[in-house]
């Protein structure tokens, strides 16, 4: 069985750094790309990065390009979300999601909340 | 930029009906690249359609997907009562390999 489980999400002022990992089990985590999606209160989804395999390959959604960095330890079976200079509106349940290689989403985490308030 | 509109924003019916819904792309895309979720409150997204038409391991046959070119649409035959709940479609983007969300449809009881 699939699962994925975040942790890293809590309470951080506007300005600070916040680092999700999300551990993987259940599947050849080195054979698929991963994403984090997010979802603000009472909003809709929104993909924020993607990384492929071997970490080659990175993507962001361009309202965190420069603050976000996605990573990956295939050894680990472990993804990463490392977020800097964090606003507001970057206050969201966090998902980790694997790829399924046929350009769609499939298995999703329970996710993790990330709340920026002073 | 890739844009997805989904439309109804909200969709009141009672159980046993046909429920609809639509997602319509900025631009022509691939029908592999479409696939639809539905999300209950609280919990995460599930894959329910992929591949526009293709159900997900698990899917009842109550759900079906079609579409082509920039208009697909997501059908509920008969609405049981657990199928209340808010409904996304997501476009693949192939160059760079990006993921985009419609803004959902909620599907609630009349």
């Known amino acids: 069985e699939v699962q994925l489980v975040e942790s890293g999400g809590g309470l951080v002022q506007p300005g600070g750094s916040l680092r999700l990992s999300c551990a993987a089990s259940?599947?050849?985590?080195?054979?698929?790309?991963m994403s984090w999606v997010r979802q603000a209160p009472g909003k809709g989804l929104e993909w924020v990065a993607n990384?492929?395999?071997?970490?080659?390959?990175?993507y962001y959604v361009d309202s965190v390009k420069g603050r976000f960095t996605i990573s990956r330890d295939n050894a680990k079976k472990s993804l990463y979300l490392q977020m800097n200079s964090l606003r507001a509106e970057d206050t969201a349940v966090y998902y980790c999601?694997?790829?399924?290689?046929?350009?769609?989403?499939?298995?999703w985490g329970q996710g993790s909340l990330v709340t920026v308030s002073s | 930029e890739i844009v997805l509109t989904q439309s109804p924003g909200t969709l009141s019916l009672s159980p046993g009906e046909r429920a609809t819904l639509s997602c319509r792309t900025g631009?022509?895309?691939?029908?592999?690249?479409l696939a639809w979720y539905q999300q209950r409150p609280g919990r995460p997204p599930r894959l329910l359609i992929y591949?526009?038409?293709r159900r997900a391991t698990g899917i009842p046959d109550r759900f079906s997907g079609s579409g082509s070119g920039t208009d697909f649409t997501l059908t509920i035959s008969r609405l049981e009562p657990e199928d209340f709940a808010v409904y996304y479609c997501?476009?693949?983007?192939?160059?760079?390999?990006?993921?985009?969300f419609g803004q959902g449809t909620k599907l609630e009881i009349k």
């Open positions: 999601a694997t790829d399924s290689g046929d350009y769609y989403i499939d298995q």
């Open positions: 259940g599947f050849t985590f080195s054979n698929y790309w």
């Open positions: 990384i492929k395999q071997d970490g080659s390959q990175k």
């Open positions: 631009q022509s895309v691939s029908s592999s690249y």
């Open positions: 591949g526009a038409s």
């Open positions: 997501l476009q693949f983007g192939s160059s760079p390999p990006e993921y985009t």
